[in-house]
Structures are given as structure tokens and as C-alpha cells.
């Protein structure tokens, strides 16, 4: 005669519940799943989850966009979207400066966000907005332009919108406002997470990135760094180890998220509107080449 074995107690990794686990004639026997799903579940996680989750993943999916700067926020965000089970991630979201063809703020240029959306394997929908002196981009001409792109993918069943904001409330207000006039909703993986436990999980988790871009008061040997634990302890008092408030942006080109790391290398240092840039290239790209390209560098918008 067999003997049950006795339940061991785990944790869901989803959701952070405790449920028990037989290891001969467990209740997951029971639930079934298809082969994508399957698939999906051992790419995404190494332990069991619970009966709530597991069941959650054959539950119909939210088609969402996810609003991509190419930094470690987006992709921390996309890899909890993806942890969940609950969304089809549709399309990379991104906005790109039509002159400089490069991330206003970041300031990465257009073909390594290719790189990294292929990648990851999720297409990317650039939206080029207007960047030089004569033809501003204003926030009317900016919301035309995304509402615009929005119905396109609404049409396409798309219903949410996911950001990789942190804790800044009338970014967040003013996002979900633009998106209520269209019907869409705003969705926050990692909303008021404590950015210093944050960034050391990014860290952990595998995510790596470099700083493409620091304010003047976090300092021009920052530029070009690698984001890790050394530069955290780094860090000048006062500046957030995430770099909510805009102090620096970064360009993530290797994690979890990712089929295969993205080659690139960091080029000059070039100083704009009072901030530093340094201009990652395609790791490919020949020196020579470098000051021209750096001359890219789109102004702060």
C-alpha cells in the first residue's frame, strides 16, 4: 500500500502565498494546461506556484502595450507583467526624436532599441515626435500623435497601457487621464516599491544596464556605467538608487526578459543642456564613426 507523503509548505512566487505541495498525487495534477502555457510557466518561474495562479494562466489575457524608454524600469516592469501570467504584452511602446532618431532623455539612439525589442521578442511601435527648434513638440501635438497610435492597437482588442513608474503621482494622474478620454487603462507593476530594495533586485534578478544619460549634479564619471552594486554605493547623497526624479536614465541590454544579450558598447562622453550622455553604440560600430554619431544626441524635451 502507498503512503501519502507528508504536504511540504511553499511559497507562490507570484504572489507570495503559502500552499502545500505533495510530491506524489498533488492537486497541480489536476489542473490542466496547455503546452504554451507550460512552456511559458518554466521560462518565467522555478518553483511552483499556488492553485490561484497556476489557474490564472489559462485565464483569458489583458492585450496591453508596454511603454518602453529602454531603461531598467520598463524592463523590471515588463518582467512582472510577464511573471503574472494575466497580460499579452502586444507591442514595446516607444517615442523617438524625429530629427535626432534617438530617446529624448536617454538619448539611445533608434537601432539599439531594435535590438532590443528583437531581442526580447516583442515588436516595438516607435511613435516619432517633432524635436528641433522651429516645430516643438508641445503636449497638444504630443497627445494627438499617441492617441493616434492608441486606436490603432485598440482596435487590435488592446485595453491597458503599462509604465514603469515608480512614486511621481502627477505623472502618473496625468497618464491615466490621457488614456481614460480613449477608454484605456493605466497599469503600474511597480508602483510605490521602495527603490532602494528595487534596484538591488534588478541587480539580482539579472538585469544589466549602463547609464546612457546622468543630470549634472550626479557627475560625468557616471556616464557610461555600468548599473550595479558598485554604483549604488556610489551614488552622491540625495540621488535615488533608481533615478525616479530624473537623475539618471539607463539602457538595459541583457536580464531575464531577454532571448539573448544585446551587444553594445559605450562610446563618448558628450555634454548637453547640462547633462551627460554617453553614446552606447552598437557594439559593431567602428570608432572612427564615434564623433559623428555622438553629435546625435538629442536636446532635453
Known sequence: MTTPST???????ACGSTFPCLSGGCWCGNVKLSIDTLIRLRDTHDDCLCETCLRKLEEPKTRILMSWSSGKDCAMALHELQKSGQYEVVALLTTISQQYRRISHH??????????AAAIGIPVE???????????????MYEAIMEQVLRK?????????????????????????????????GVFPLWKRDTTSLAR?????GFRAYLSCVEGKVGPGFAGRAFDESLLQD???GIDPCGENGEFHTFVFDGPIFQSPVPVRVGQTVTRDGRYYADLLPANTAEILEEALAAGIPPVM
Open 235 to 237: 551614488l552622491p547623497a
Open 107 to 116: 538619448g539611445v539612439r533608434e537601432e539599439l532599441v531594435d535590438a532590443q
Open 126 to 140: 516607435k511613435v516619432y515626435l517633432p524635436s528641433n527648434n522651429t516645430r516643438p513638440c508641445t503636449n497638444q
Open 153 to 185: 492597437y485598440m482596435a487590435q482588442g488592446v485595453t491597458a497601457v503599462a509604465f514603469g513608474d515608480l512614486f511621481l503621482e502627477d505623472l502618473r494622474v496625468w497618464r491615466e487621464n490621457n488614456l481614460a478620454k480613449l477608454g484605456l487603462q
Open 7 to 13: 504536504p511540504r509548505t511553499k511559497t507562490c512566487p
Open 201 to 205: 533586485e534588478m541587480i539580482a534578478t
